[in-house]
């Protein structure tokens, strides 16, 4: 891929010439891949997405994880990739860096904040990417951009050498456009085989597609229909039955508080730049009263509760993953804070619950792409890797 061609992307870190080489041998071989701006990559500095974080950090003395186990399996790493500032963002604007262009969604936003990442492999930059999703970082862009996407079982994968947010929702997740290469990388980062043996019940979620845009909804319906006929067996089921809008008012207790704790002395020590809807973010968690934090924690226990008794082993569900298509671009902050609230209520069941899910790229609303998710029992990450294999070769 020419200079030219990641120019006009602008998924990649400015200035941040990173290249090396996999093992020769291995299962990845032959594969491309780019890291998020918040892995470690050893003898390179972490900009996290902010200029002044970047100006403030010394470069990283040995890989993340994540970049040595691909590394390890043979892909080689092209690039680190551009993310929301600290990874508090939805939508992928960065004011330091630009915005990433969404290829498959011309004039709309990538999806944020691993938006570099989705960007690159949906542009064909790299065969997969790694970013991370603590509220929906992975799972929006792979939606909007039209990938595959996963978040996998919170603390299933190990985040040594990734920037924190919020470690009780933090997990690494990755990038495919084709369900046969999402499965090889899944296989490496999850360090298992992908399963043939398929689920044997599918529970569809009513209140997920009620919620979504009607657009949406019926863009699905086709995917849901072949997801049904694989699966055999399927049936309806509340997915959150105190509303999305409860169990993202929690997520966004919880995930804002320890987000504040992360950054805080930095804060104080440095007095960045940054910008509005970050600054935000970081307030309201310093202001989450002992009250408030409790609260939430009981809303989350009782989540757990919910989707455990929901999804034992050989169960999953599908739901949209976002309620709609990639939004415009630079659009007004009053109209950003509305479409991030609904985003927030289809994704906030990810930090809550900690299971694993999947976006497949199944769906299209004029001419944009939207995501199918399926979410399963926690552990259950190569089963929701193995649907989406069978899925995409009927």
């Known amino acids: 891929m020419s200079t030219t061609d990641l120019s006009e992307i602008n998924a990649f870190v400015p200035g941040s010439d990173v290249s090396l080489r996999g093992r020769p041998t291995g299962p990845l071989s032959g594969l491309t891949f780019a890291a998020k701006d918040l892995f470690d990559v050893s003898g390179y500095v972490t900009g996290a997405g902010n200029a002044d974080w970047a100006r403030t950090h010394t470069p990283a003395a040995q890989h993340a994880w994540a970049v040595q186990t691909l590394l390890d399996a043979g892909a080689d790493l092209i690039g680190k990739t551009i993310t929301d500032e600290l990874s508090l963002g939805i939508f992928g604007e960065n004011p330091f860096y630009g915005t990433p262009v969404n290829v498959n969604a011309p004039g709309r936003v990538p999806g944020g904040s691993s938006s570099g990442s989705a960007a690159a492999v949906a542009a064909g930059l790299c065969d997969t990417a790694i970013g991370t999703d603590t509220g929906g970082s992975v799972r929006v862009p792979a939606s909007f951009c039209g990938l595959y996407g996963i978040r996998p079982t919170h603390a299933r994968v190990p985040t040594h050498g990734m920037l924190a947010q919020a470690p009780a929702s933090d997990t690494t997740g990755w990038f495919a456009r084709d369900a046969e290469t999402f499965a090889r ?14 689920p044997t019940k599918l529970l569809v979620a009513p209140d997920a597609f009620a919620f979504a845009d009607a657009s949406v909804s019926a863009a699905l319906q086709d995917a849901v229909e072949r997801l049904a006929a694989l699966i055999g067996n ?13 169990w993202s008012r929690a997520q966004r207790t919880l995930q804002p508080a320890q987000a504040w704790l992360t950054f805080r002395d930095w804060l104080d020590e440095v007095n960045p730049r940054l910008a509005f809807s970050v600054i935000r973010n970081l307030l309201a968690g310093a202001q989450v009263s002992p009250q408030e934090h409790e609260h939430a924690e009981l809303v989350r226990e009782e989540a757990r509760g919910h989707i455990n008794a929901l999804l034992p082993p050989g169960t999953i569900m599908c739901l949209p993953t976002t309620p709609f298509p990639a939004p415009p671009r630079a659009a007004p902050y009053s109209s950003q804070a509305k479409w991030r609230a609904r985003i927030n209520c289809l994704c906030s069941h990810g930090g809550l619950t900690g299971v694993p899910q999947v976006s497949m790229p199944l769906g299209c609303v004029d001419g944009l792409p939207v995501g199918l998710s399926i979410i399963g029992a926690r552990g259950e990450d190569a089963t929701l890797v193995a649907v989406a294999r069978a899925l995409e070769a009927q």
């Open 185 to 198: 990388v899944s296989a490496a980062m999850l360090n298992v085989t992908i399963p043939s043996v398929l």
């Open 234 to 246: 399927r049936s309806e089921a509340v997915l959150a039955p105190v509303g999305f809008a409860t």
